[in-house]
């Protein structure tokens, strides 16, 4: 027998297909890449012969992945996308951040987190163009204390559903978007804009394939939220509006009903004035609970 045989497996054969091609990771020494590669191909092998494919529709899916690939650019990230309609960035995002009733519960990151969040006061105006309104926060652990210093990362779409990276011409990462942090108390607060429904880009491969299977693009109106530091495992999240479409119905299966919250209509002109907000304005509270990690 050469060094290149593999045994059990030997020529090909399309009855034990998935074995013989999994026999040839049998020398990775990352045992783990065995592992994944292994399971990846008994699954494909599955796959391919469940459904029966044909050479013409393995050629289309190649085309399909190429065309995914080629949409990729700094600025758009069309293999997030096609796996955050295929629900596989959720399910990772939830296995490895499962629900313990006790820690905020995590969603997808979304391919919009592209650039460095400006760096913000607390108070400040993330940007603006939509109905004004003011974000309250505290960050603590699952003991209730507070995480003093938290940074927390946000950003959201704009009133026309665009984030910055999308707008041409327009300065990336410089509307809607802001790294705080948090004071002693752990508490956060800054003035946005109400977050609106939006659709995902439907203008590549993973538009077509929506379009093809009768689905809708559109994502609950939402705030990204990434909350992290010293001590604490990060958390990436969402807070959804109550109010909003389609929360039912994300096309990234990313609402979790512990993450949707009321934008309160607030009617109190001192409360405006103390924020600079004009009145009346909106205001939702996000308390964030996060676990402490000592290995992070
Ligand atoms: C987002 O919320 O930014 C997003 C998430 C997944 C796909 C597209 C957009
Ligand atoms: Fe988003």
């Not at 650039?115 to 108070?123: A, F, I, K, Q």
């Not at 665009?162 to 948090?182: H, I, K, M, S, W």
């Not at 103390?274 to 939702?284: C, T």
């Amino acid at each position: 027998m050469t060094e290149q045989s593999r045994e059990p497996s030997g020529f090909f054969a399309a009855e034990r297909s998935a074995e013989i091609v999994a026999a040839s990771f049998a020398g990775a020494e990352d045992e783990r890449l065995r592992e994944i590669l292994t399971s990846l191909v008994r699954h494909a092998h599955a796959f391919v012969k469940d459904v029966g494919l044909t050479a013409e529709e393995w050629a289309a899916g190649i085309r399909f992945l190429t065309e995914t690939g080629r949409k990729c650019d700094a600025t758009r990230q069309e293999f997030i996308l096609l796996s955050d309609v295929l629900g596989v960035s959720m399910l990772v995002e939830s296995l490895n951040n499962p629900a313990d009733g006790e820690s905020t519960e995590a969603t997808v990151e979304g391919p919009f987190h592209l650039v460095d969040s400006p760096e913000r006061e607390l108070g400040d105006a993330i940007g603006e163009g939509g109905e004004p309104c003011l974000v309250t926060g505290r960050v603590t652990d699952t003991s209730g204390a507070p995480v003093a210093g938290a940074r927390v990362d946000v950003w959201q779409a704009d009133a026309d559903g665009f984030y910055d990276v999308q707008r041409p011409g327009e300065v990336p990462g410089g509307n809607l978007r802001g790294l705080f942090t948090a004071d002693a108390d752990g508490r956060f607060w800054f003035r946005t804009v109400v977050p609106r429904h939006y659709p995902i880009p439907t203008d590549g491969p993973v538009g077509a394939l929506l379009r093809a299977t009768g689905r809708h693009a559109n994502r609950a109106a939402h705030i990204h939220f990434q909350v992290s530091g010293p001590g604490i495992r990060t958390l990436t999240t969402h807070l959804f509006a109550d109010d909003s479409p389609y929360l039912d119905s994300d096309a990234v299966f990313g609402v979790k009903a512990s993450l949707i919250r009321t934008f309160a209509r607030v009617d109190d002109p001192d409360r405006a004035a103390e924020h600079g907000l004009p009145n009346p304005f909106r205001h939702v509270d996000f308390p964030v609970t996060i676990r402490r990690d000592a290995s992070v």
